[in-house]
């Protein structure tokens, strides 16, 4: 392993940091943002730095953390490079509970219904998919499960959305979809932390089990592994810290799929190494997809999700060209 790779993304996750704190159209100059942030300073400028820029970048961290660490976990388990976070369906419940919240008008009436409903989803899928793979089934039988519960999410999700009966509503949950970090608040954070603090202990238990598990499911049980554990850690951390992240950022794909692809090499390819390593690689990557979305057409309110599909899918295309490459 590459001892330099961990302090280096630590270095570029804090420069992106404090980027995205004075990125922004208010206009201020960098040394009158970071006054007000720190001895708050100018009222105004006091504002956006504390409640609306501070707030957006420590999402963007705790969200790359938590689509980092369960990417890279779920392809460590699964020993397939392809798995990611949405794979078990978790993330797309977690957004038909928040459609729910939105088109039943809760979320209007309830500041807080919408991150709230997400979660429930979340939890609604973790269940779902614990029942269905039942608890001796392998990975393949995970797979089965999660790919159920996704389509079944998706088909209610298109279900809700074709029966709406209020355009605007529609309007606001596509929206809300294509993935955003923009006006969010400390309560978003303090809503998503807990949950994605639990999803991340679970997961970084799961090292010393993933690196068995790449010797196959019967090598790992006979050097002790417990596999129905780690199963179960595996789902419960996942759903934690994913659905949080979907809770108060909408749809947010290919983080947990690019970012432990490209770290891999750089960690000897042990799954117990690149978990720490996709965190802070994930959270560097939203950092710096969020403040893109800021530079590109910032009177467009151009969407996180989106900017992310559309530098996630050609890496995601080179990726299969080259799996289909080493196969043959």
Same mark, same amino acid.
């Given at each position: ?10 270095? /570029?996750m ?14 201020? %100059?960098? %040394? ?36 980092? =660490? ?10 397939? &490079? ?29 500041? /807080?219904?919408? &991150? ?6 979340a939890?609604?899928?973790?269940? /779902? ?5 039942g ?10 499960? %999660? ?17 709406s ?34 999803g ?6 799961l ?8 010797? %196959? ?7 002790? =592994? ?69 530079? =590109?057409?910032?009177?467009?309110? /151009? ?8 530098v996630?899918? &050609?890496?995601?295309?080179?990726? =299969? ?8």
């Amino acid at each position: 392993m590459n001892r330099a790779v961990i302090p280096t993304l630590l270095a /570029l996750m804090a420069v992106l940091f404090v980027v995205s704190l004075l990125t922004g159209p208010a206009g201020f %100059g960098p %040394g009158e943002s970071i006054r007000a942030l720190i001895s708050g300073q100018g009222d105004a400028v006091t504002l956006v730095m504390r409640e609306i820029r501070l707030p957006r970048a420590i999402l963007a961290v705790l969200v790359g953390v938590s689509l980092g =660490i369960a990417g890279a976990a779920l392809q460590g388990y699964l020993r397939n &490079p392809l798995a990611e976070p949405g794979l078990i369906g978790v993330s797309g419940s977690a957004a038909l509970g928040a459609v729910i919240a939105l088109q039943t008008g809760i979320a209007a009436s309830f500041a /807080l219904a919408l &991150p709230l409903a997400a979660l429930a989803g979340a939890l609604a899928a973790t269940l /779902l998919i614990l029942l269905l793979a039942g608890p001796h089934g392998g990975s393949m039988t995970l797979i089965l499960a %999660g790919i159920a519960i996704s389509t079944l999410a998706s088909a209610m999700l298109s279900l809700v959305l074709n029966l709406s009966p209020n355009p605007f509503a529609v309007s606001e949950t596509v929206f809300w979809m294509l993935g955003s970090l923009a006006d969010r608040s400390f309560t978003h954070v303090w809503i998503a932390l807990p949950f994605m603090a639990v999803g991340w202990g679970l997961l970084l238990s799961l090292g010393r089990s993933l690196d068995a598990l790449t010797l %196959g499911e019967d090598a790992a049980a006979s050097l002790g =592994i417990r596999l129905e554990r780690a199963r179960l850690s595996l789902v419960l951390g996942v759903a934690a810290a994913v659905g949080a992240a979907t809770a108060v950022a909408g749809a947010v794909g290919f983080v947990g799929l690019v970012v432990p692809h490209i770290l891999r090499p750089f960690v000897g390819a042990r799954p117990s190494r690149l978990l720490p390593a996709s965190a802070l690689g994930g959270a560097a990557l939203v950092l710096a997809a969020d403040i893109a979305t800021r530079l =590109i057409l910032p009177e467009r309110d /151009l969407k996180l999700g989106v900017l992310m599909a559309i530098v996630g899918a &050609p890496l995601f295309l080179h990726l =299969i060209y080259k799996t289909r490459a080493q196969s043959s």
